[in-house]
């Protein structure tokens, strides 16, 4: 453990004489050959090794693949106005594999599965968007993040999908890119102000290396909840410490994080502060303040604070690291 400051559906009814809606099936039958067709017949394939930024009209789709994968995926763009724009990403073919749906305001960004289960393997992210067209950005997950999909995100099948085309409605939603083993619990997180501005500020500081950061400690310290004095007994003599004294599991217990939590405030116009915290039954931490611009995603500033003052990035991060590789629920627990 790092020491600083401390020790640290509802379906339509039927109607008509055979209760069935012929006409209404009718249309969704051909909705979800339009879909399957732009899924097929989308751009040309490229693999999404970081970013990949492109601009798409309404009823079309760009086809993409991803590091590590021969499958092919698509994202197509159901409908976009200047005020949002909804999208279906999926692998194909798309009649047997299920459909991630949702919404996006500019600037807003959702971490989706193209499996169409966690973990989410993709950052999708609407730059802009106009009537009937979409500026887009694709940022790769690795697998490893253990990220979870954005809440905002629906699965479904093509059939479902077509018939929510005109009602599907999500909210920006909060990326969250979470590091580690055997936890995948999102960030808890307090938005102060409403509007998508705070939640991409929120968006913006999970992406830098300093919120995936405190990402990956939030797993390792979630992880401890599970440390019992017995496994933290074996894991210090292991290591040659003493597990007496000062460094007693009662005593470590009461000083070592058990989470990691967030806030947004707002600072003026589109500048927001993320504030990550400590969570410890010693009392709370205040150890990081990232300061962004939500209108250009831009990071401004950072300062480590609480139980982390002093200390720099590369600091936190190769205590993470040496705590990660212990791979026991007690790794947090460990100097």
Sequence with gaps: MLKAAGHMGHQAPVHGRSGLNWPAIAIVAIVIIAIVYFFVSGSGIKTVTSTYNFSM?????????????????????????????????GKEPVLINRISVFTLTPGGSVNVSTDGSDPANLVVKLH???????????????????????????????????????????????????????????????????????????????????????????????????????LYNSTMQSKGFSYAGPNSYANISMVTPTDVTSSVAKVSGSTYNVTYVLVKPSGNSNVLVLKLDSSSNTLITYKYGG?????????????????????????AYIP
């Design 57 to 89: 009209s309404s009823s079309n789709s760009v086809n993409f693949r991803l590091p590590g994968s021969n499958s092919t995926y698509s994202v197509y763009l159901a409908s976009a106005s200047p005020a949002s724009a909804t999208f279906y990403v």
């Design 307 to 331: 139980d982390f003052s002093g200390l720099t990035y590369g600091q936190l991060n190769q205590s993470y690291a040496t705590e990660a590789q212990i791979g026991n629920n007690c790794a």
């Design 128 to 230: 802009s968007s106009g009537t009937n067209t979409a500026s887009v950005e694709l940022l790769h997950i690795p697998t490893d993040f253990n990220a979870r999909v954005s809440s905002s995100v629906t699965f479904l099948n093509s059939s479902q999908a077509a018939a929510a085309s005109t009602t599907v409605t999500t909210t920006v939603a909060t990326t969250t890119v979470g590091v580690g083993q055997g936890s995948t619990t999102a960030p808890t997180t307090t938005v102060s102000s409403s509007g998508g501005s705070a939640a991409q500020a929120l968006a913006d500081a999970n992406l830098t290396a300093y919120g995936t950061l405190m990402n990956n400690y939030k797993v390792l310290y979630n992880n401890g909840k599970q440390c019992t004095p017995g």
